[in-house]
């Protein structure tokens, strides 16, 4: 089992200073959404160049041009980078393709995705790493909740979880098994990053 951090609504320096603190305890770097709007492809560039030995995940939340955009992930020095799952079909293809090619991997983001039909469609044309993700605007109304393990039941997915995960709630989602547990703010906001991250760590299997 995983451990990503997320580095999100963070400058640059606030970003490398955390995975400086924690990267003794996480696996996976997550370079979020809104800092790769910020400050563009050169951040994952600077990550990777700086964490030569960790797992870097570009949040590009890809829903059209899938080819070009995973390209630019990749070629930055992601290992993985993700795709929403409402995209058209034809998009996922070509991300799943370029990932192929290049050693790399797609990550699915099944946020709003409810429908088993759906999801049995993208694991048709050969989906392997999913996220059941509850959004940030959505936490308002509670954190991620293990009823969304349900979604996947009887896929042969890997599976990555996220959205507001934190000390208190680590515990029942371990339970379920995932293979990636995603964390943003209850390390990034915390105190004592470290400290959080290392904690949590130990609560993995």
Do not use: W
């Not at 910020?38 to 990550?47: A, K, N, P, Q, W």
């Not at 795709?83 to 050693?103: G, H, Q, R, Y």
């Amino acid at each position: 089992m995983k451990l990503q951090l997320a580095l999100d609504r963070l400058t640059k320096e606030q970003c490398f200073q955390l995975v400086t603190d924690t990267k003794e305890s996480i696996d996976i770097i997550e370079i979020g959404t809104g800092v790769i709007k910020e400050y563009g492809m050169s951040i994952v560039r600077d990550m990777r160049e700086q964490f030569p030995n960790k797992e870097i995940l570009a949040d590009m939340k890809t829903c059209d041009a899938g080819k070009h955009e995973a390209l630019q992930a990749f070629d930055a020095g992601a290992d993985i980078t993700t795709v929403m799952a409402f995209s058209a079909i034809p998009t996922i293809k070509d991300t799943l393709n370029v990932a192929k090619e290049m050693d790399k991997r797609i990550m699915i983001d099944l946020l709003e995705c409810h429908s088993k039909d759906r999801i049995r469609e993208l694991e048709n044309i050969g989906t392997d790493l999913v996220s059941l993700h509850v959004g940030k605007d959505k936490q308002t109304e509670g954190t991620f909740n293990t009823e969304l393990f349900i979604l996947v039941n009887g896929f042969n997915f890997e599976v990555a979880v996220a959205g507001g995960i934190n000390l208190d709630t680590i515990p029942e989602i371990v339970k379920e098994k995932p293979d990636i547990i995603i964390v943003g703010s209850a390390i990034t906001k915390a105190e004592d990053p470290a400290k959080v991250a290392k904690e949590m760590r130990q609560m993995l299997v």
